[in-house]
């Protein structure tokens, strides 16, 4: 299977990690490539600022906090289709993005013709 162009083997490891304590959050973040959010909604975002922090390329939704730090000349963000209340739980009536995979997909696809 290819992805961007590339045979799945060649691209890079994804590393899932838990329990990073706050001091070691800014070399962790420095670690990455890029950061990469496919959520439906962030309340500030601040991952995604500490990582524009970093200098990091940041890939998101453009809705909610990050379109007050974030856009299209500084990002690779994806637009957001609609919005869907949530119906249940913590965040009843509340809004999520909702967005397709043609738009990541195509946000990705700059991200990684920029950072290669």
């Known amino acids: 299977k290819k992805t961007f162009g ?4 060649q691209l890079a490891p994804v590393t899932i990690s838990h329990g990073i304590e706050a001091k070691e959050m800014p ?3 420095q670690s990455f490539d890029a ?5 439906r909604g962030e309340g500030w975002g601040r991952p995604l600022s500490e990582a524009v ?3 990091l390329p940041v890939v998101c939704a453009f809705w ?8 299209n000349t500084t990002s ?5 289709n609609s919005l869907q209340k949530i119906k249940e739980g913590p965040f009843q009536d509340h809004m999520w ?6 738009s990541l997909s ?11």
């Open 6 to 9: 590339r045979e799945l083997s």
């Open 53 to 55: 922090v970093s200098c």
């Open 27 to 29: 070399s962790f973040v």
């Open 35 to 39: 950061f990469v959010s496919a959520s």
């Open 64 to 71: 909610s906090g990050p379109t007050e730090f974030l856009s």
């Open 106 to 116: 195509r946000s990705l696809d700059t991200l990684t013709q920029n950072i290669t």
């Open 97 to 102: 993005a909702n967005v397709t995979v043609e």
């Open 76 to 80: 690779p963000v994806f637009q957001v």
